[in-house]
């Protein structure tokens, strides 16, 4: 059951930018998105903490930003130098607790502990 809701996403072109959004839960400590290739298992994107602190997924780091929106329950994600290999669908997630490993504070290793889920947005990098 689609339980967050998100926009964005659609085709572009290697090189190119894209923009999510996701309307999530007022009361939340994490915020995060994932992401599931055909064949693939689910990877970790990005998350944020409430207290603005970041964490990323190697194969985005420097090229993705993950960011609260003006409204207290949104989240963004801004794509830049897309490639092939971020073709996926998209999936916002956000939790009512920590999700701590670590020095981390929401772990992207344990997708499990989210329990809001948005409906999954496709992205399609071609080059």
């Known amino acids: 059951q689609v339980q967050l809701v998100e926009s964005g996403g659609g085709s572009v072109q290697a090189g190119g930018s894209l923009t999510f959004s996701c309307v999530a839960i007022?009361?939340?400590?994490?915020m995060a998105w994932f992401r599931h290739a055909p064949g693939k298992e689910r990877e970790g994107v990005a998350s944020?903490?409430?207290?603005?602190?970041?964490n990323y997924g190697d194969t985005v780091k420097g090229r993705f930003t993950i960011f609260k929106g003006n409204a207290k329950n949104t989240l963004n994600l801004q794509m830049n130098s897309l490639t092939p290999k971020d073709t996926a669908n998209y999936y916002c997630?956000?939790?009512?607790?920590?999700?701590?490993?670590?020095?981390?504070?929401?772990?992207?290793?344990?997708?499990?502990?989210?329990?809001?889920w948005g409906q999954g947005t496709q992205v399609t990098v071609s080059s």
């Open positions: 007022d009361n939340r400590y994490c």
């Open positions: 997630a956000a939790s009512e607790y920590l999700i701590s490993r670590g020095t981390t504070l929401c772990s992207l290793v344990v997708p499990t502990g989210y329990g809001y």
């Open positions: 944020i903490a409430g207290d603005g602190s970041t």
